[in-house]
């Protein structure tokens, strides 16, 4: 990935703990691996720290391995979300991001909607496109639409 924040030791500044947002962005990081290559998240996890010069905060390890174990039914979800465009066709970036938000929305009550959404949005915007964080956005209004959520 070739984002300077996301070089080796960014994470870590004065030795003070990695914040939620580089967490969401070190789970997307790892979920989009996992989903490209099929690699064990412990593996994943050591690569992560690797290029960043972190470990995985348990709020990183938290969000993956929830994802990982909801996948099949936060991929029905976003289906339904998306109106023509099933998980499946969304790019791996995209779809892993709307993974993780839809996780967080519908499984995490300690983390309000909203943020959840803002953060999905901005990685989309910094990461894949800035049509992407529109495309994110409408789904996940969706999903938290559909769910009646908070």
């Known amino acids: 990935m070739n984002d300077p924040e996301f070089e080796k030791g960014a994470g870590r500044q004065g030795g003070a703990a990695v914040t939620r947002r580089q967490a969401r962005r070190d789970a997307m990081v790892v979920l989009y691996q996992q989903d490209l290559t099929g690699g064990g998240i412990e593996e994943l996890l050591e690569n992560l720290k690797a290029e960043t010069g972190h470990e995985a905060d348990s709020f990183t390890r938290e969000d993956v391995e929830g994802v990982l174990a909801a996948r099949d039914e936060l991929d029905r979800t976003i289906d339904a979300a998306s109106e023509g465009w099933p998980a499946h066709r969304l790019a791996a970036l995209e779809r892993n991001i709307l993974r993780l938000a839809a996780y967080e929305i ?45």
């Open 106 to 150: 519908l499984n995490r009550p300690d983390i309000p909607v909203e943020v959840s959404i803002d953060e999905a949005v901005a990685l989309s915007k910094r990461f894949c496109s800035r049509e992407a964080g529109s495309l994110v956005n409408g789904i996940l209004a969706k999903i938290v639409q559909e769910a009646g959520q908070r």
